[in-house]
Nanobody, 126 residues
């Protein structure tokens, strides 16, 4: 129903920036709430950021608040994660996720999301 493909990851120095993209295929992209999660080696997958279907409602993990910005362009079927002031502890595989939603809510629990991308590697050097 919805296929997600992340891109934009790579190697960056501490303090640098990256913008991740999550391109979606399928209909009714605007009817999906979206989220970003990440998983570092040996660690559990953790919530990063979420955005409602309209883009009017966003939420961030405390660890990235003020540094990361989630946004979406429904006309392009794409959600973004702008990452600034990157730290070595941000190193992880980043995943985007989608769940159908009409309420305007955001979701932080990974179990809520029905669709997941393959992930993109972000490595921040110290």
């Amino acid at each position: 129903q919805v296929q997600l493909v992340e891109s934009g990851g790579g190697l960056v120095q501490a303090g640098g920036s990256l913008r991740l993209s999550c391109a979606a295929s399928g209909r009714t992209f605007s009817s999906y709430a979206m989220g970003w999660f990440r998983q570092a080696p040996g660690k559990e997958r953790e919530f990063v950021a979420a955005i409602s279907w309209s883009g009017d409602n966003t939420y961030y993990a405390n660890s990235v608040k003020g540094r990361f910005t989630i946004s979406r362009d429904n006309a392009k079927n794409t959600v973004y994660l702008q990452m600034n002031s990157l730290k070595p502890e941000d190193t992880a595989v980043y995943y985007c996720a989608a769940v159908r939603d009409y309420s305007g809510s955001y979701y932080i629990r990974s179990a809520v999301y029905n669709y997941w991308g393959q992930g993109t590697q972000v490595t921040v050097s110290s």
